[in-house]
Structure formats: structure tokens, C-alpha cells
T-cell receptor
Framework: GENVEQHPSTLSVQEGDSAVIKCTYS??????FPWYKQELGKGPQLIID?????GEKKDQRIAVTLNKTAKHFSLHITETQPEDSAVYFC???????????FGAGTTVTVRA | NAGVMQNPRHLVRRRGQEARLRCSPM?????VYWYRQLPEEGLKFMVY????????ESGMPKERFSAEFPKEGPSILRIQQVVRGDSAAYFC???????????FGPGTRLTVL
């Protein structure tokens, strides 16, 4: 199956600063890369995703970039706010498959 | 427009008992996935079902675990003779079709005493 590695495991940023989380994947045929935000005691919430035919996607303060050659993708959160504090998971979906392979997660803490 | 529903939210069982976890997909979704999350780990795929069919159960332990998604009613993940190692959060996700966006429910947190 697909192997997804995620870094860093924890990230502490000052409110207003940017946060960047990086993931690498092993299977070059993967073509769908979603990011999920999980708050304590809740289920993962899809916040943004990107497909392999696109290099970058942005939604307000959140952006995702994809480098297919290097097989890595990143989540960028700008102007961080306390409510951005959560665990973020990257995932990858192999072409013609349906089961998501998840990274181990990044715990983001935004300091007020 | 209700999202994915799971119940119970919390379930406590003693070793050897059975656990039944239920999942109702989003309206219009006919594809259901079950994932397990151990403490401080990512989610691991268990099983993928469509109505009345198990499509892929490669991530589910061969013994004690079973899943179904009947024509009527919610999807059920059943764990027989639970052991302490089964303690985890179990999440259900649904999608309109395979290989589409998956939306997750709030999860069932199973504790085995």
C-alpha cells in the first residue's frame, strides 16, 4: 500500500505567523491528496485537497502545493489564529484505489 | 443536511464482549469506509463497502471483526470477543463514489476494560 510520511509531528507558531506541514508519498501513481483537520474528540474534517493534475490550490488562508516529481505535498496556513490549533493529517489515494493512506499527523498549536 | 452519523460516540466493553458500531452515511452517499485510529496515530483503513457488498476488507483483522452495509439501515462494524488491543477510535467515512472525497463521522471511541 501507499506509504505517507508527515513532518513535523508537532508545530508551535505565534498567532499571525504561518505554519507549513510537509508530506511525502511513495507511490508515483497516487493522484489525490486531501488534508484533514481533527479537533480533540472529533472526526477528521476535510479542509482542502489537490489532484495530481494541479500544482497548487488555495482557499482563503489555506493552500496546498504538490510536487509530483519529488513526490511531496505541503499544507500552508497563513495568518494563523488560535482556532487553527488542531491535529492535521495528510493523506494520499492511489490511482484507481479508494482507501486513503494517512500520515501520522501534525499537532499544531497557535500561541496567542 | 446531516453529515456522517456514528453511534454510539463512546462504548465501553469488558474483554470477551461484543461491540457493535453503527454508521449512517451522508445523504446520497452509497460508499462507506471504516478506519481505526490508535492513540496519537494516523487513521488506518479497515474495510470498504457499498450497499450489500464488501469491496475491500484487506485492512480488517481476519478474526473477530466483520462489517456489513445492508440494503436498508446503517453500516455495522462488529467486533466479537473484544480484547484490550481493540481499544481505539473507529471512524466511518462516506463518499458519493469510489475515489471521491471522503467525509468522516465523529467516530466511536471504544474502550475495552
Amino acid at each position: 500500500g501507499e506509504n505517507v510520511e508527515q513532518h513535523p509531528s508537532t508545530l508551535s507558531v505565534q498567532e499571525g505567523d504561518s505554519a507549513v506541514i510537509k508530506c511525502t508519498y511513495s507511490d508515483s501513481a497516487s493522484n489525490y491528496f486531501p488534508w484533514y483537520k481533527q479537533e480533540l474528540g472529533k472526526g477528521p474534517q476535510l479542509i482542502i485537497d489537490i489532484r495530481s493534475n494541479v500544482g497548487e490550490k488555495k482557499d482563503q488562508r489555506i493552500a496546498v502545493t504538490l510536487n509530483k516529481t519529488a513526490k511531496h505535498f505541503s499544507l500552508h496556513i497563513t495568518e494563523t489564529q488560535p482556532e487553527d490549533s488542531a491535529v492535521y493529517f495528510c493523506a494520499a489515494l492511489f490511482s484507481n484505489d479508494y482507501k486513503l493512506s494517512f500520515g501520522a499527523g501534525t499537532t499544531v498549536t497557535v500561541r496567542a | 443536511n446531516a453529515g456522517v452519523m456514528q453511534n454510539p460516540r463512546h462504548l465501553v466493553r469488558r474483554r470477551g464482549q461484543e461491540a457493535r458500531l453503527r454508521c449512517s452515511p451522508m445523504k446520497g452517499h452509497s460508499h462507506v469506509y471504516w478506519y481505526r485510529q490508535l492513540p496519537e496515530e494516523g487513521l488506518k483503513f479497515m474495510v470498504y463497502l457499498q450497499k450489500e457488498n464488501i469491496i475491500d476488507e484487506s485492512g480488517m483483522p481476519k478474526e473477530r471483526f466483520s462489517a456489513e452495509f445492508p440494503k436498508e439501515g446503517p453500516s455495522i462494524l462488529r467486533i466479537q470477543q473484544v480484547v484490550r488491543g481493540d481499544s481505539a477510535a473507529y471512524f466511518c467515512a462516506s463518499s458519493i463514489g469510489g475515489a471521491n472525497e471522503q467525509f468522516f463521522g465523529p467516530g466511536t471511541r471504544l474502550t475495552v476494560l
